[in-house]
């Protein structure tokens, strides 16, 4: 079975999510060393030290940021191309009459051909609820019943 040239351009789409966050925060990280080197000791004293302190809290928060893509990116390594299974997983792409989820990472909203995909994660609220269901199942969220038509 071929790939699906929708459930192609939806992983593309998380792929490039994935690969300019990555970026973003790689970039940021290297002018905030640039930044803490540069930093040289003056004789302002306390605001010297609140200026490194302030660059080190963000070093530290951008450190968290790109371990937390870098799971994602793992967990996107794991998402097959190929295949179709009869319940929700991941991979999946879910039509319901309200939305289409692609259960990958969550990397928001893209057009396709007109249409609105949502890249959810199975982790998310809907994308927990959406695991493991089949066709014609029905399921409240957010006390909407959403009925699953389609999964490809």
Same mark, same amino acid.
């Given at each position: ?27 940021? =990280? %290297?002018?905030?060393? *640039?930044? /803490? @080197? ?13 200026? &490194?302190?302030? =660059? %080190?809290?963000?070093? *530290?928060? /951008? @450190? ?13 390594? &794991? ?74």
């Amino acid at each position: 079975m071929g790939i699906d040239p929708l459930k192609q351009e939806l992983y593309n789409h998380c792929q490039d999510y994935i690969q300019n966050r990555l970026g973003r925060i790689q970039k940021n =990280i %290297q002018e905030i060393q *640039e930044a /803490l @080197g540069s930093e040289t000791k003056s004789s302002a004293g306390d605001k010297h030290e609140t200026g &490194r302190a302030m =660059i %080190q809290l963000e070093r *530290e928060n /951008l @450190g968290v940021q790109l371990s937390e893509i870098q799971k994602v990116q793992e967990l996107f390594k &794991r998402v097959p191309l190929t295949g179709r299974s009869k319940t929700a997983s991941l991979g999946s792409l879910v039509i319901t009459n309200i939305s289409r989820y692609y259960l990958a990472v969550s990397a928001g909203e893209v057009f396709i051909n007109g249409e609105a995909y949502y890249a959810i994660s199975p982790n998310t609220p809907i994308g927990k609820l959406v695991l493991g269901k089949t066709e014609n199942e029905i399921m409240v969220f957010n006390g909407k019943e959403i009925l699953i038509k389609e999964i490809i």
